[in-house]
């Protein structure tokens, strides 16, 4: 069994086609093709279910692939522990991100570090809470941007910075005019109001749903959307009410804008971390992003 082996399977695995798969790594396709003959000879098992136009896991090969995964990864911790010991200057980093605070925090934090690591390569990869939080914790990120709670027992974590809550309401709402009220909005207040709420998948949505019954009530959920902006317009459009992250709130938006609203004190807020698995290797790469992080974070808060 070679490493190759492992990886092409992997591949295989990914993309469910052999033919994707093969362009993705680079080779003939009649060539993954016999590496994989020959893996599943040399173990006397199948790890494919070979369709017409697609291939599935079979259950050996779905036990083959958890261990495959991890195999890799830890190969790559040791190449990455290896480069930090013999003081490489190159390196890289896989970051996870939400999209939603992603979008509003890495296009300060990259370019500083850019800046001051200019020969680390990150790799990006965006996607929802729960997911970021399985890849993760599987070695697909060596860090996810995150918020508090998470949900996989696997992970540990960094703080990075506290965001407060803010609620966005429609700018003809009666709450719009307290925009500059030293004493907010209190959620219990919100009971009766029609809320626009994330997706589910998306930590802020589970946020929202619990700031309303940590308050007395669920809340009447009107529409859903996978975007924050969405969200937003619909609610300066009339549609309803939300709660937004103040980073998100800051935003230069230029169409349709909701009034923010601050919220009683003690304002919620949410914790925004950098996760990472529970004993993983953490390349000075990895560790130079953490702290690239934490200090945009800090400027961007004051």
């Given at each position: 069994m070679e490493l190759r082996q492992l990886q092409y399977t992997l591949q295989i695995a990914e993309e469910r086609n052999f033919s994707r798969a093969a362009d993705k790594l680079h080779i003939a396709q009649p060539s993954l093709s016999q590496q994989l003959s020959k893996l599943e000879q040399e173990l006397g098992v199948k790890l494919f279910q070979r369709n017409t136009s697609t291939v599935e896991l079979t259950y050996a090969g779905a036990s083959f692939i958890e261990h495959a995964q991890k195999i890799m990864d830890a190969v790559e911790q040791l190449r990455q522990e290896m480069d930090d010991i013999s003081q490489l200057?190159?390196?890289?980093?896989?970051?996870?991100?939400?999209?939603?605070?992603?979008?509003?925090?890495?296009?300060?934090?990259?370019?500083?570090?850019?800046?001051?690591?200019?020969?680390?390569?990150?790799?990006?990869?965006?996607?929802?809470?729960?997911?970021?939080?399985?890849?993760?914790?599987?070695?697909?990120?060596?860090?996810?941007?995150?918020?508090?709670?998470?949900?996989?027992?696997?992970?540990?974590?960094?703080?990075?910075?506290?965001?407060?809550?803010?609620?966005?309401?429609?700018?003809?709402?009666?709450?719009?005019?307290?925009?500059?009220?030293?004493?907010?909005?209190?959620?219990?207040?919100?009971?009766?109001?029609?809320?626009?709420?994330?997706?589910?998948?998306?930590?802020?949505?589970?946020m929202t749903i619990d700031l309303c019954k940590s308050a007395g009530f669920e809340p009447n959920v009107v529409f859903e959307s996978n975007n924050i902006e969405t969200v937003q317009s619909l609610v300066a459009a009339g549609m309803?009410?939300?709660?937004?992250?103040?980073?998100?709130?800051?935003?230069?938006?230029?169409?349709?804008?909701?009034?923010?609203?601050?919220?009683?004190?003690?304002?919620?807020?949410?914790?925004?971390?950098?996760?990472?698995?529970?004993?993983?290797?953490?390349?000075?790469?990895?560790?130079a992003f953490i702290e690239t992080f934490k200090e945009v974070l800090t400027h961007r808060i004051n």
């Open positions: 200057r190159a390196g890289r980093v896989v970051v996870g991100s939400m999209p939603i605070t992603g979008s509003h925090l890495l296009p300060y934090v990259l370019p500083a570090f850019k800046a001051t690591y200019p020969e680390i390569q990150v790799n990006l990869l965006e996607d929802t809470s729960l997911n970021l939080e399985k890849l993760t914790a599987g070695g697909g990120t060596d860090l996810s941007l995150l918020s508090l709670p998470l949900q996989e027992p696997s992970l540990t974590f960094e703080p990075i910075g506290e965001e407060v809550i803010d609620l966005a309401v429609p700018p003809e709402h009666p709450l719009a005019k307290l925009n500059h009220h030293k004493n907010g909005v209190s959620i219990d207040m919100l009971k009766d109001e029609p809320f626009i709420v994330l997706k589910k998948g998306q930590g802020f949505r589970t309803g009410i939300t709660f937004v992250p103040r980073f998100i709130a800051r935003a230069k938006r230029s169409e349709l804008i909701p009034v923010y609203v601050p919220l009683a004190d003690p304002a919620p807020s949410r914790t925004l971390v950098i996760a990472y698995r529970k004993g993983r290797y953490l390349s000075k790469a990895a560790e």
